[in-house]
């Protein structure tokens, strides 16, 4: 009778090294890390792999991997698009062509601006390189950097900067980000989570919530007002506009 081999146990514990699909796999699950993606704190269970998020529960392969990452670019430079393009509503306007120049550069320096979140809004208008500011913000120091970043801008000339400064409130902060969670949650609006900049942006003031940024489509923009009158707001203005109608106000401003 022939002795069993003996097998030798490992001389370190090192674990193994995690693989490609591993690390496609972890990276796949950044985008539900984001505030606004976590599960509302109404909800006790977990989202299933098939569920509210896609990204959680499977493997991602190299292939698809890449064209995850590709369409994530592609969504990157429409965020810039769409910022520019919801600051632009609110000229109506005409404006000559160095003050379109100079709000353009208004508009990527505020969405370049590390700390303006969905919970904060910002308006901008141009005449003759006098730029005025006007919104809300969550923070007082949000409001004095947006206004000295704009200020160093190139045909500037002087800023009147109306930005409010939001109440402190524990309601209201669990109120924006239950309505965050709510619309960027839900899958007809996981193309607009990816973006750096997510167009559409919570205002909760006192209770009472405003809606604005742009969408796709009016179908979009209703759907949007619907999951925010979920959580026993006061009110919910819907100020949301459309690719239609700021590509119509772009137009006019050229």
Same mark, same amino acid.
């Given at each position: 009778?022939?002795?069993?081999?003996?097998?030798?146990?490992?001389?370190?514990?090192?674990?193994?090294?995690?693989?490609?699909?591993?690390?496609?796999?972890?990276?796949?699950?950044?985008?539900?890390?984001?505030?606004?993606?976590? @599960?509302? @704190?109404?909800?006790?269970?977990?989202?299933?792999?098939?569920? $509210? %998020?896609?990204?959680?529960?499977?493997?991602?392969?190299?292939?698809?991997?890449?064209?995850?990452?590709?369409?994530?670019?592609?969504?990157?430079?429409?965020?810039? +698009? *769409? *910022?520019?393009?919801?600051?632009?509503?609110?000229?109506?306007?005409?404006?000559?062509? #160095?003050?379109?120049?100079? %709000?353009?550069?208004?508009? $990527?320096?505020?969405?370049?601006?590390?700390?303006?979140?969905? %919970?904060?809004?910002?308006?901008?208008?141009?005449?003759?390189?006098?730029?005025? *500011?006007?919104?809300?913000?969550?923070? @007082?120091?949000?409001?004095?950097?947006?206004?000295?970043?704009?200020?160093? *801008?190139?045909?500037?000339?002087?800023?009147?900067?109306?930005?409010?400064?939001?109440?402190?409130?524990?309601?209201?902060?669990?109120?924006?980000?239950?309505?965050?969670?709510?619309?960027?949650?839900?899958?007809?609006?996981?193309?607009?989570?990816?973006?750096?900049?997510? @167009?559409?942006?919570?205002?909760?003031?006192?209770?009472?919530?405003? +809606?604005?940024?742009?969408?796709?489509?009016?179908?979009?923009?209703?759907?949007?007002?619907?999951?925010?009158?979920?959580?026993?707001?006061?009110?919910?203005?819907?100020? +949301? #506009?459309?690719?239609?109608?700021?590509?119509?106000? +772009?137009?006019?401003?050229?």
């Amino acid at each position: 009778m022939r002795p069993r081999a003996r097998i030798r146990q490992p001389l370190t514990s090192c674990r193994s090294r995690r693989t490609c699909v591993q690390s496609a796999s972890q990276n796949s699950r950044e985008f539900p890390r984001s505030a606004w993606h976590l @599960p509302c @704190p109404n909800c006790s269970q977990r989202p299933a792999a098939t569920g $509210a %998020f896609p990204h959680w529960g499977r493997d991602v392969g190299r292939s698809e991997f890449r064209r995850c990452k590709m369409r994530k670019m592609l969504m990157v430079c429409a965020g810039g +698009l *769409l *910022l520019t393009a919801n600051m632009a509503v609110a000229g109506t306007t005409t404006v000559d062509r #160095k003050d379109f120049q100079v %709000f353009k550069d208004v508009a $990527a320096s505020v969405g370049r601006y590390a700390q303006f979140t969905i %919970f904060d809004d910002v308006s901008a208008s141009v005449k003759d390189g006098v730029v005025t *500011l006007a919104g809300k913000v969550t923070m @007082p120091y949000k409001r004095d950097e947006i206004e000295k970043r704009v200020s160093r *801008l190139d045909g500037v000339r002087a800023v009147r900067d109306t930005i409010t400064v939001l109440p402190v409130s524990q309601f209201d902060d669990e109120l924006r980000l239950r309505i965050a969670r709510s619309i960027y949650g839900n899958s007809s609006f996981w193309n607009y989570g990816i973006m750096p900049n997510p @167009p559409i942006h919570i205002v909760v003031e006192n209770g009472r919530v405003t +809606l604005t940024g742009v969408v796709q489509s009016d179908v979009d923009r209703m759907l949007a007002r619907s999951l925010a009158t979920q959580f026993g707001a006061l009110s919910v203005t819907n100020d +949301l #506009k459309t690719d239609a109608e700021v590509q119509a106000a +772009l137009e006019k401003s050229e």
